[in-house]
């Protein structure tokens, strides 16, 4: 199918003439400034800034981060609903800023599904061919093909109001498929649907993929989805790139705070500690907890040659264990809940909100009386799992 290329691509949204006028005569000639966490210049408002990637044919990428972070707008500048305000976009090769979104070869399911009420599964399914003027032999035979595969076969004959959200989607998807595009953008496509019915869905994306020759560039807000459906993931946040990687390289190597808080769930607890370094050997620090880090995590450090400092330690919820030993860090319960085959400790350690999963296997007896409110408790984590920040917020490793 196809490869992309998004080289330096910006977005601007321009001020309101009248707006920028006030604005001036207000505060003068400002060149920059920051406002509702999106830079703003002269031009205008940047949405999207500088976003370079190269995405491999059949790759499977997603785009993930907060409402407002530009993944949306990126991914209509891709359909070319957006005007690309700077930067070049290349479809196989073919640089496509001026082409129109007809010509790119790209199909695009949305979030609302955007079916047409008045025409059956069939005809949705068939249109964009129509359209094409395709022999109807052709059209009938992609159609059946596209409904097996999302296994909606029985449904051709209805209208959309006869359907599921899920049922829905899929035809949304088979539309889509029908056509052979060389890309598949899909914005937020499960966002409507209850919990069970996203997980099933997930699946069936999944299953899609393996069946159709075609490149993805899928948006979600959604961590989950994000870490089971891509091959890589980016990270955004107002309109910058935080990361790129696969799912477990943005997981176990978070390349700041902002991703190591938005990946994993629930998400990683922070502390203010302090990096040492004794003999060649770096420990973290905090209260009466020292723990020495890991061979690998040593080397990473040494090689950056980093020294010692104030830093914040991150630590995810299930690499921390309950202990009584010297050396552990006390806390009080504030918060139990039982998630089943998993307890999730809220408690308060150092005047901070840290979560502990705890497995049940681990407990004995009534676990539910064994962390009421304000009982008290200690906890302690390996070097192999600390994450070191600076306190600027950059992974101190790489």
């Known amino acids: 199918m196809a490869g992309l290329t998004l080289k330096n691509i910006k977005k601007i949204y321009p001020h309101n003439t ?10 003068g000639d400002t060149a920059e400034e920051k406002k509702a966490a999106l830079q703003v210049t002269e031009k205008g408002v940047v949405a999207v800034q500088e976003f370079n990637l190269e995405i491999a044919d059949k790759e499977f990428i997603v785009l993930v981060g907060p409402s407002g972070c530009g993944k ?13 305000s700077d ?14 979104p007809k010509d790119r070869d790209i199909a695009m399911v949305f979030q609302n599904y955007a079916l047409y009420p008045h025409m059956t599964v069939y005809e949705n399914m068939a249109f964009p061919l129509k ?19 999302l296994d909606i076969t029985q449904y051709l004959n209805r209208k959309p109001k006869a359907l599921s959200g899920g049922q829905r989607q899929r035809v949304a998807i088979g539309r889509a498929i029908v056509r052979e595009p060389k890309v598949l953008l899909m914005d937020e496509p499960l966002s409507n649907l209850d919990a069970k019915l996203r997980n099933q869905m997930r699946a069936e994306i999944i299953k899609l993929r393996q069946k159709i020759n075609t490149t993805f560039l899928y948006v979600t807000h959604d961590q989950t989805e994000a870490m089971t459906l891509g091959d890589r993931i980016v990270i955004m946040k107002d309109g910058f790139i935080q990361q790129i990687g696969t799912p477990q390289e943005v997981f176990d190597h978070p390349a700041n705070l902002f991703v190591a808080g938005f990946i994993g769930t629930p998400q990683m607890n922070f502390f203010d500690a302090r990096l040492v370094k004794e003999d060649g050997k770096y420990f973290v620090t905090n209260g009466p907890a020292k723990v020495e880090l890991s061979e690998e995590k040593k080397r990473n450090l040494a090689a950056k040659d980093v020294g010692e400092q104030e830093i914040i330690l991150g630590v995810r919820p299930q690499h921390i264990s309950l202990g009584d030993n010297e050396g552990t860090m006390a806390a009080t319960v504030d918060v139990m809940e039982m998630m089943g085959s998993e307890v999730h400790l809220h408690v308060s350690a150092d005047g901070k909100d840290v979560v502990i999963i705890v497995p049940t296997m681990n407990l004995t007896g009534n676990h539910t009386e064994n962390f009421s409110y304000g009982t008290p408790v200690h906890f302690a984590f390996g070097g192999n799992v600390c994450h070191v920040f600076s306190k600027d917020g950059n992974n101190l490793e790489f």
């Open 18 to 27: 009248d707006q920028k006028k006030e604005k001036k005569s207000k505060k």
């Open 72 to 84: 949306s707008t990126t991914l209509r500048m891709v359909a070319g609903l957006e005007e690309i």
């Open 87 to 100: 930067g070049e976009l290349y479809i196989d090769g073919k640089l496509v800023n001026d082409i129109a």
């Open 131 to 149: 359209l094409r003027k395709m022999p109807k032999d052709q059209i009938d035979k992609a159609v059946k093909e596209a409904a097996e595969i």
